[in-house]
């Protein structure tokens, strides 16, 4: 009956708050727009703290004493209406559950089915060695990283690509907190930026960021480069002009919005291009100054958070360069919290914070890294541990087999690496020795007025004797940050009290009942218990402090010889420690989290358990009491804090990087006219004219075009003459002889201003062309006829899932000559051909240099076995009958090196592209795996490869730039049709070509959605009503006149 009364007391404080929407309160916060919201806030006391069968009383109890008057029907109204809630949150906990057990069968039977594919190459003494290399305790800090990397690789000139896309950034004034975008990681990678500049063997670093023209935020946003520092503080380096670190912002997304995070995701693709454009002419450009010619690649391409790690893994397959990630904070991390807290379903979530896309994001940004930075182990183990794609036990396992040189099955895991961020010592330290010095926390007679900081003065009126040893805890208050924990601990401890002051340091407030719930009940314990314990003249806990306050509060602990404490009950970092370890404060800290590795490095104090309060009192009486312990501890933090130093951090970080697989674009075909200007005609420049010929006296045997350029002729003779032969109006006999000349040896891609790619996916139900096709591709070179003009500098490629040989017969069909294309994509982007070139006996073989571009952890004797085991799994009735059912078998025509092709006998049955995935990387193995020709095959190619790739692969081989491209494409299409949609090139959909696709077996229930792949409206998409040449001409002309 207590309870019931004590509901029915909730309810009544509901209706006088005029309650009106009780349904939509347990998914939204209990602060709205700076203001308490009080209905939410006793809806959510009794939907998280009832029972749902006193809330079932309380309904009956209500309808029994009912009466005529209305406030009685309304509460039983919202009776039910909580009831519903509760009821709703215990389905969402349930499924929780469910889901996670779930996913923990799913990975067992990964780890299985790898132990069970792997176990039979090893040799028992193999074994041994392998489980005794899993035994062995992590590393500990390398304390000579710096050394070792400043010895060995100062001659180095490294070209270093950082990523950051979202919030604002800028190198001055950087305005932190403007929005929940704008934080800590901006002021990181800004600083990481020049730190790397700085570091010997580093010649240039670019941070690419988001271009921001708006009036909403300050013009500095729109400037396309803004320089962080030069390379000039070394006089004895070469510094050419390009060194140093700039911030590089690319313009994708709506020009005049600035957009949050969230979205962003469709626009990815368009930065991608963009940034592409800009590494590819930097290369050329430091090749020019450091390179002897040849060009510079990337050393590393570093992405930070989800988008950017997205957008690093895209452009680290486009360049064939290694790639590393920092995740900053994760996207199933918090939708593990956000599921727990009950408020909202994971529909709900997905559609606010699009973490759906998010999490496929980190996955491929796994898939893709060589190596993961992370501030701390617990970050490893509990955080990129709920990934698929990421196994802390495989890893291990991975690494030791390959240790030993034993064969790994095309498994790959990324390394993950402990690097702690850099900081800032350069002012702290000075201060190290001012520690023993006048201990006078006031102003005497006659002194300066800037003796004592404001804040000392603001911290000290709170305490009756200042000058006692303080204990600080510096965070905000939150109930997560265990503060009144503390406070108990200090209260009920008599010598502690006698011996030491407590300074609370809980960010600033105003007014506590204008505070978020949870800060308010955290601030309002402390008071209380402040009060319970009369802890009064022993605690301070000011209202404010400025930023550059804190520093001085670390000061006037360490004056006082205090403790600097974190007693959270998990700490992700811990950068506060570093702070105050640098101020020559020793700690005491929570052994959750990051404070471990912390400790491990600095060894300047002690670890507590957050939940054990005599254990934190214990721990403090110690290091205040015993004087020679306070000494050693703060020698070991100043001894260490280069650790945690900017210079420490970039040389662990570039010898990490040293330790990867590096890689970058090799050619095994050499071109001559490389440098050849790609975007001008051939009469644009005298210089397009010195390299043509020169181009023609190579690759043509030194035969000349009018027997000129054998003799001894002048060459700027040479040059008129082909100049005029050149600017007579209608002449092609110039363009048609370059191309006759070397058409056997180089494909004529490079000489291109624009590319016509057809990628439209139309099969009938067997999975074979329709002949729409046909008349779609005669009509596509009509359109292209109908302007004589740019059909001179128009070349024209087609992209499909059929292998070589089947797209020969679909164009010897429609008598279309295979050399009519600049080049055919074959495969889902497994295979490029250049028709005219690479031909032996006359037939076409791959471009052998775009094979070893895509043939990252491409591994496909683990992918055979992985797929037949997984494909021909039985669910559903046929499991529970037993009866054997071969779900897929393997199209041999369709398979090539680097693309697995199986026939999918029941559609029906067939498992969803992101099911795959997940099976796929749970199993360490990466890969590109999609459903094409009506849903009629799967095919597998490796992980950057793909047919949208492919088109990036042309720019970075060939120069033709990605802008410059059309692709045409149906309404539908294979489940790759919406990676072929966005990005910086054209698009042309025709309607009504395509009947039938393969997308509904790209995406399961609960994923990501195509609005967050495809953006809603953009000019660079265009759509067709028809395939007549005219019309598709009409098309190509209107989107030729949209820029990106």
Known sequence: ???????????????????????????VNLRERGHFNPTKYFVEEVVTGVDETDLHRTWIKVVATRNTRERSSRLENMCWRIWHLTRKKKQLEWEDLQRIAKRRLEREQGRSDVREDMSEDLSEGEKVDILGDLESP????????????????????????????????????????????????????????????RTPGVYRVDLFTRQVSSPEVDWSYGEPTEMLTTNSE??????????GAYIIRIPFGPRDKYLRKELLWPHIQEFVDGALAHILNMSTVLGEQIGGGHPIWPYVIHGHYADAGDSAAILSGALNVPMVLTGHSLGRNKLEQLLKQGRQSKEDINSTYKIMKRIEAEELSLDAAELVIT?????????????????????????????????????FMPRMAVIPPGMDFSNVIQEANEADGDLSLTNTEGSSPKAVPAIWSEVMQFLTNPHKPMILALSRPDPKKNITTLLKAFGECHPLRELANLTLIM?????????????????????????????????????????????????????????FINPALVEPFGLTLIEAAAHGLPMVATKNGGPVDIHRALNNGLLIDPHDQQGIANAL??????????HECQKNGWKNIHLFSWPEHCCTYLTRVASCRMRHPMWKTDTPADEMPREESLNDSLRDVQDTSLFLSIDADRSSINESLDGGADIQDQVKRLMSKMKKPGSTEIVGEINNNASNKYPNLRKRQRLIIIAVDCYDNNGDPEKTMISMIQETFKAIKLDAQMEKVTGVAISTAMPLSELMD??????????????????????????????????????????????????????????????????????????????????????????????????????????????????????????????????VIPLLASRAQALRYFFVRWRLNVANMYVVLGETGDTDYEEMISGTHKTVIIKGVVKKGSEELLRSSGSYLKEDIVPGESPLIVYVNGTTAEEMANALKKVSKCDA
Not at 815 to 835: L, Q, T
């Open 621 to 630: 009486l110690k290091l205040v009491s015993e004087k020679n312990l306070w």
């Open 1 to 27: 009956m207590a309870v019931n009364e004590w509901i029915n007391g909730y309810l009544e404080a509901i209706l006088d708050s005029k309650s009106s929407n009780i349904e939509d309160s347990s998914g």
């Open 375 to 411: 501030s701390t182990r617990q970050e490893i183990d509990e955080q990129w541990g709920l990934y698929d794609g990421f196994d802390v036990k495989l890893e291990k396992v991975l690494r030791a087999r390959a240790r030993h040189g034993v064969n790994c099955h095309g498994r």
């Open 507 to 563: 960010g600033n407030r105003d007014d506590i009942d204008e505070m978020s719930a949870g800060n308010a009940s955290v601030l309002t314990t402390v008071l209380k218990l402040v009060d319970k314990y009369d802890l009064y003249g022993q605690v301070a806990f000011p209202k404010h402090h400025k930023q550059n306050d804190v520093p001085e509060i670390y000061r006037l602990a360490a004056k006082t010889k205090g403790v």
């Open 810 to 939: 679909l164009l010897k069909s429609g008598k279309i000559k295979a050399n009519e294309f600049d080049a055919m994509v074959c495969g889902s982007g497994s295979e490029v051909y250049y028709p005219g070139t690479y031909e032996e006996g006359g037939e076409l073989y791959p471009d052998p240099d775009y094979a070893t571009h895509v043939e990252y952890r491409w591994g496909s004797d683990g992918l055979k076995k992985t797929i037949c085991k997984l494909m021909n799994t039985v669910e559903g009735e046929d499991a529970k009958s037993g009866k054997p059912s071969k779900q897929i078998e393997e199209d041999v025509k369709s398979s090539n090196s680097h693309c697995l092709s199986y026939l999918i006998k029941n559609v029906k049955t067939a498992k969803k592209v992101d099911d795959l995935r997940q099976k796929f990387r749970m199993r360490g193995l990466r890969c590109h795996v999609m459903y094409c020709r009506n849903s009629t095959r799967m095919q």
């Open 138 to 197: 992590p590393k500990t800090y390398q304390h000579t990283a710096s050394d070792i990397w400043a010895e060995d690789k100062k001659e180095k000139k490294l070209y270093i690509i950082l990523i950051s896309l979202h919030g604002l950034v800028r190198g001055e004034n950087m305005e932190l907190g403007r929005d929940s975008d704008t934080g800590g990681q901006i002021k990181y990678v800004v600083e990481l930026a020049r730190a790397l500049a």
């Open 234 to 243: 070394d006089a004895d380096d070469d510094v050419g002009e390009s060194s």
